[in-house]
């Protein structure tokens, strides 16, 4: 993680675009506090394949059918 004050980071904003697009994880602080973490967006996040747990789950026939635990209050 690379810190930086929000004054040095207005003056090297591009090599700081640059550093987080490599990997590199930017914090910008003001008075010694963190304000703002630079993100690289353009990495794509895996699409979700349908149909991937097609079989693995279960459902019982009599799954919406009343409970013993309450037949006194039908």
Do not use: C, N, W
């Not at 675009?17 to 895996?46: A, F």
């Amino acid at each position: 993680m690379h810190a930086i004050d929000v004054t040095q980071a207005q003056q090297h904003l591009s090599e700081l675009i640059d550093q987080t697009l490599s990997g590199d994880e930017v914090v910008i602080t003001k008075g010694g506090m963190p304000i703002i973490k630079l993100v690289d967006v353009s990495k794509h996040k895996k699409q979700r394949q349908f149909g991937t747990a097609k079989g693995l789950i279960k459902i019982a026939d009599d799954f919406d059918g009343p409970l013993e635990d309450f037949k006194e209050y039908q």
